[in-house]
């Protein structure tokens, strides 16, 4: 099939997480010989910061790591050129409300491809007059990365139909390194970000690690002056930005890792982990988790990974697992067979493709 994907960045994970699964997504769809063609702005803002901050060097490094992955980057945009030999259509979320609605007006004006919007942000509920305002009306249907999303677009009227299409973990690349190093006790990768878990990260994170007094890494970008000051304090090394394509070295290079999602996934939009602990538990590093409700039924909460309550719990939790190898290597064997079985990036183009044998069949002009 011909296959064509807008993306805010393709090129670029620099606080662009959806990178990641967009990554395993292409990556799969070539390799079962699809077309695929992806489309980014020139000057995305992840781009822009990436370069900025790191250089285009940078760059050669992605190419190493997915040598079949390109992306066009594009100032202006030829649909009609674009789209002519098309079969499916798919506009993340991370566009411009301009292009999202232009590719929507040149659908309605041929039967040729179907058009699948893909969310995986919480916009819907943060935002939500954002989401409201897209022209989604020629679409095909949405893309939500969880079922508390999708009824969001169906309540709301926002989409004819949506379903649920979890992100998971590009297993081609996130994969047990078992031969390496254990340098640090943990190692915990994710952005600060917009104070959407602050008070979070310092009760599940940065006292836990200092009352532990574990020797503990953390990578991520924009931290500001005072996040990398406490974490100094707390003994935490800082490690700066790391592409997705070194994580697995990095989970390899410690015995246990944390997620912290961020609130409004807590607060509003259950059932939905964001990508981290797929690619943890891809990666076999065992897991405890912040509180969130897997209403998704993605996890076995106590064999795949440990839920804490609270710090003090996280940090019982902790010492647990660093105290108890054979509990450890329990969990991680147990995440890492549900990940096999049930959330990699080849199963969710399994479901894509399920999803678009529902759709009309194609007038083809």
């Known amino acids: 099939m011909n296959i064509v994907l807008f993306c805010h960045s393709l090129l670029s994970d620099w606080n662009h997480g959806n990178a990641h699964f967009l990554r395993g997504i292409c990556s799969e769809l070539l390799s079962r010989g699809h077309d695929l063609t992806v489309y980014e702005p020139e000057n995305s803002w992840s781009y822009q910061n990436l370069v900025a901050d790191e250089g285009e060097g940078v760059l050669a490094e992605f190419e190493a790591a997915y040598p079949n992955l390109r992306s066009i980057r594009y100032r202006?945009?030829?649909?009609?050129?674009?789209l002519k030999e098309a079969g499916l259509v798919i506009v993340h979320e991370w566009n411009s409300p301009e292009l999202i609605a232009e590719v929507g007006h040149f659908r309605a004006k041929t039967?040729?491809?179907?058009?699948?919007?893909?969310?995986?942000?919480?916009?819907?509920?943060?935002?939500?007059?954002?989401i409201a305002g897209l022209q989604l009306c020629h679409y095909d249907g949405v893309l939500a990365y969880g079922?508390?999303?999708?009824?969001?677009?169906?309540?709301?009227?926002?989409?004819?139909?949506?379903?649920?299409?979890?992100?998971?973990?590009?297993?081609?690349?996130?994969?047990?390194?078992?031969?390496?190093?254990?340098?640090?006790?943990?190692?915990?990768?994710?952005?600060w970000g917009d104070d959407e878990r602050t008070s979070e990260l310092y009760e599940f994170l940065i006292r836990p690690v200092r009352d532990l007094r574990l020797k503990a890494i953390v990578y991520g970008v924009r931290y500001p002056g005072f996040a990398l000051k406490t974490l100094a304090e707390a003994g935490i090394s800082f490690g700066g930005w790391l592409p997705n394509f070194y994580v697995p070295k990095a989970f390899g290079g410690a015995h246990i890792t944390v997620h912290i999602p961020r609130r409004p996934y807590v607060s509003a939009l259950p059932g939905i982990p964001t990508i981290r602990p797929f690619e943890a538990l891809a990666c076999g590093i065992p897991i405890v988790s912040a509180p969130w409700r897997d209403t998704d039924g993605l996890f076995r909460a106590g064999e795949d990974l440990l839920f804490a309550e609270n710090g003090e719990e996280m940090a019982n939790n902790l010492d647990l697992l660093l105290t108890r190898p054979s509990l450890a290597k329990a969990i991680a064997r147990n995440g890492l067979e549900t990940i096999r079985h049930s959330h990699?990036?080849?199963?969710r183009v399994d479901e894509l493709f399920h999803i678009v044998a529902t759709l009309r069949p194609l007038e083809r002009h």
Do not use: M
């Open 111 to 130: 039967s040729s491809f179907w058009l699948l919007f893909h969310d995986t942000h919480h916009r819907a509920v943060t935002q939500p007059e954002a």
């Open 344 to 347: 990699t990036c080849g199963r």
């Open 147 to 191: 079922s508390s999303l999708r009824d969001i677009y169906l309540r709301n009227g926002w989409a004819r139909r949506a379903w649920v299409w979890h992100e998971a973990a590009d297993t081609r690349l996130f994969r047990p390194l078992p031969k390496s190093e254990k340098e640090f006790d943990l190692a915990w990768i994710g952005n």
């Open 76 to 82: 202006t945009l030829d649909l009609e050129e674009i």
